[in-house]
T-cell receptor, first 115, second 114 residues
Framework: AQSVAQPEDQVNVAEGNPLTVKCTYSVSGNPYLFWYVQYPNRGLQFLLKYITGDNLVKGSYGFEAEFNKSQTSFHLKKPSALVSDSALYFCAVRDRNSGNTPLVFGKGTRLSVIA | NAGVMQNPRHLVRRRGQEARLRCSPMKGHSHVYWYRQLPEEGLKFMVYLQKENIIDESGMPKERFSAEFPKEGPSILRIQQVVRGDSAAYFC????????????FGNGTRLTVT
């Protein structure tokens, strides 16, 4: 079975400071990993994904995430937060060897960037 | 290129009525997924369909819920005899293929059962 844990329900950060949103995963094989962002009353928007290769993945809006196999983590980061980054962030995983199983999402982390 | 289109955006039903939620995937996408979102619970997978086939319905309740993705037309999520616990936001997503392709989400249908 595959699962995702986002240990923080809420992350608060001051504008201009670096931000980290944590994610750990569990799969029986190797993972495909994704981050999505959701703004109020909207669907989820794709930010970035890890498939293979370089452990540091760069995505939209200046976000990046680092795949750490030994810690089974895929934390989302940004060097300098903007107020407009305030939103709900979801990490998701799929086992690469699981055929057509759907993406499994974490419960989400609400990011609040304070001016 | 239009994104994933869901309608209606808001749907109000009384207990016992039927709810029909529609989803038109992005052009060229043949994989459709339905998720349900409840506050504090994140996004829960319901069903995964390809054209005319249900691939995985492990997240969908066995009773009252059904889904289809016909050869022509949108995907439909149907909830019969709705109850208050069915109130949630229902999101449809589509993808080009079923492996590592990102999902593209619609803006959801917010179902309220009174």
């Amino acid at each position: 079975a595959q699962s995702v844990a986002q240990p923080e329900d809420q992350v608060n950060v001051a504008e201009g400071n670096p931000l980290t949103v944590k994610c750990t995963y569990s799969v029986s094989g190797n993972p495909y990993l994704f981050w999505y962002v959701q703004y109020p009353n909207r669907g989820l928007q794709f930010l970035l994904k890890y498939i293979t290769g370089d452990n540091l993945v760069k995505g939209s809006y200046g976000f990046e995430a680092e795949f750490n196999k030994s810690q089974t983590s895929f934390h989302l980061k940004k060097p300098s937060a903007l107020v407009s980054d305030s939103a709900l962030y979801f990490c998701a995983v799929r086992d690469r060897n699981s055929g057509n199983t759907p993406l499994v999402f974490g419960k989400g982390t609400r990011l609040s960037v304070i001016a | 290129n239009a994104g994933v289109m869901q309608n209606p955006r808001h749907l109000v039903r009384r207990r016992g009525q039927e709810a029909r939620l529609r989803c038109s995937p992005m052009k060229g996408h043949s994989h459709v997924y339905w998720y349900r979102q409840l506050p504090e619970e994140g996004l829960k997978f319901m069903v995964y369909l390809q054209k005319e086939n249900i691939i995985d319905e492990s997240g969908m309740p066995k009773e009252r819920f059904s889904a289809e993705f016909p050869k022509e037309g949108p995907s439909i999520l149907r909830i019969q005899q709705v109850v208050r616990g069915d109130s949630a936001a229902y999101f449809c997503a589509s993808s080009l293929s079923g492996d590592n392709s990102p999902l593209h989400f619609g803006n959801g249908t917010r179902l309220t059962v009174t």
